[in-house]
């Protein structure tokens, strides 16, 4: 494990299988919170938090607990149940030390618990680093490179859509057509990555 | 086969324990006190989350009502209900505001007002009115491009096809969103018990008016004479008749009036 492979994967996850154009994960909050550039800035920071703590926690619960019971089997809801209860955990902790942050976070903490992004990224984890050396950094790696891919994901989108709100977009395709039409051609774009490799 | 489910139930079981004793703790711990009158100011609200009032949502209007720094009667879609049942809550007596209801004062749609140039571009008022002032011919009324259609969030108004706002008095709470966007101040908001109110707030007057717009208001000033407004209560300012809100005796001013200004409402 070198700095090159580990580059290797944050570019991995964060553009050549980007969550969002590849690998077709959290798809609820890419249509629905980009309207705005704000709200999608402020879900795409939640997000990359989630899921670069999370990668953290999964880690440590199956390598400490199921492995040693030999209950692999179960990691998907073992890792929902410590998803669940992390994100509510960092939900309590900063209504109390940082309100502020808390406003500003707080509504999309909630609506990430089991954006299945976030579990996405666990489960790649484990069928990809589990078991490898030096597998803690690389999930880490993987979770922060996820978050980062699907919030350049939302800022495009955020960016395209509040543009096509001056556009002359025929009746029929106002709203969410002409935002599911951008989403397909946005894709298409990132095919561009394919192959991307080091 | 069955130490396998054992163990599965077992440790599953057991993860799920520990987390919600952790959760159970950390609420303790990290646990905010929240005022109670907050919740029951929430509830009392109209629950809309409009953001008339000016807070974000029923919920930081609450926090800000329970702390002295709002006023209920802010809460204009709540109305009388809402000040009243705030004032019982936090025990500080209210009054509430009279209620109002937006007009358009102006009747120069696409077929009665003039155009000077042909317009292609961005549907927004507020956009129009930067880029020189409109493509209407009189520069004080309605764009008709709907910017107050959208800033009102219950609903209240919607376009006619002669490209003039219609507003849907029962569902207009006379919060004023349309009034602050409306770059021509055309809209305004006046109280519910007025009866009538003059549809045109062009301060051009006589020939320059009928050149530009057939609805206008010319200041011929037949409004104001004795004999067709016998309390006397119209005068002209600003080349529009001004009245008092309660101005009862419009009937022949409404009837008489060469541009058909007056609007009676259907209240």
């Not at chain 1, 909050?29 to 550039?37: A, K, L, Q, S």
């Not at chain 1, 149940?81 to 406003?103: D, G, H, N, T």
């Not at chain 2, 569902?171 to 009538?196: E, F, M, S």
């Not at chain 2, 045109?200 to 004795?226: E, M």
């Amino acid at each position: 494990m070198n700095l090159f492979e580990l580059f290797s994967i944050f570019i991995g996850v964060a553009l050549v299988n980007n969550f969002i154009f590849c690998q077709f994960l959290g798809l609820c909050p890419y249509i629905g919170v980009t309207e705005r550039t704000s709200s999608a800035m402020g879900m795409g920071m939640a997000v990359i938090f989630v899921m670069t703590l999370s990668s953290i926690i999964t880690w440590a619960i199956y390598e400490w607990v199921l492995v040693p019971y030999g209950i692999t089997y179960l990691y998907i809801i073992a890792f929902i149940l410590v998803i669940a209860a992390f994100v509510q955990l960092v939900e309590m902790f900063l209504q109390k030390s940082v309100p502020a942050l808390y406003r500003a976070l707080g509504i999309y903490l909630p609506l990430i618990t089991t954006n299945c992004a976030v579990l996405g990224v666990a489960t790649l984890n484990k069928q990809q680093l589990f078991g490898t050396p030096g597998s803690l950094i690389k999930c880490i790696v993987q979770g922060f490179g996820g978050g980062i891919g699907f919030t350049l994901a939302m800022l495009i989108m955020a960016g395209i859509r509040e543009r096509l709100d001056f556009a002359e977009v025929p009746q029929s395709l106002r709203g969410i057509p002409i935002a599911l039409i951008t989403a397909g051609l946005t894709a298409i774009g990132f095919l561009g990555f394919a192959g991307l490799s080091f | 086969m069955y130490d396998v489910v054992v163990l599965s139930l077992a440790v599953l079981g057991l993860m799920g324990l520990c987390l919600g004793l952790i959760l159970a703790l950390f609420s303790r711990i990290f646990a905010v006190r929240i005022d109670p009158r907050i919740e029951a100011v929430a509830g009392a609200l109209a629950g809309l989350n409009c953001g008339v009032c000016g807070y974000a949502g029923c919920n930081a209007m609450a926090e800000a009502l329970v702390a002295g720094k709002a006023h209920a009667r802010q809460c204009t879609p709540g109305g009388a209900a809402v000040v009243k049942k705030v004032s019982q809550i936090l025990g500080k007596e209210e009054l509430p505001a009279e209620p109002r209801v937006a007009v358009v004062r102006c009747r120069g749609g696409k077929d009665e007002a003039r155009e000077k140039a042909k317009y292609r571009g961005v549907e927004d008022c507020v956009a129009i009115e930067v880029l020189e002032a409109g493509a209407k011919s009189c520069i004080y009324g309605c764009l008709g491009m709907g910017s107050c259609v959208s800033a009102c969030p219950f609903g209240a108004i919607r376009m006619t096809p002669d490209r003039l706002p219609e507003i849907v008095e029962k569902k207009c709470t006379g919060c004023g969103k349309c009034v602050a966007i409306c770059p021509r101040h055309v809209i305004a908001l006046i109280l519910r018990r007025q009866r009538v109110y003059c549809g045109c707030v062009s301060r051009d007057k006589g020939a320059r008016v009928k050149q530009i717009c057939t609805a206008g208001c010319t200041a011929c000033g037949l409004c104001a004479l004795p004999a067709i407004t016998p309390s006397g209560r119209v005068v002209l300012k600003n080349n529009l008749p001004e009245f008092p809100p309660d101005w009862d005796d419009f009937a022949t001013a409404a009837e008489k009036c060469p541009s058909n200004c007056f609007v009676i409402r259907g209240g």
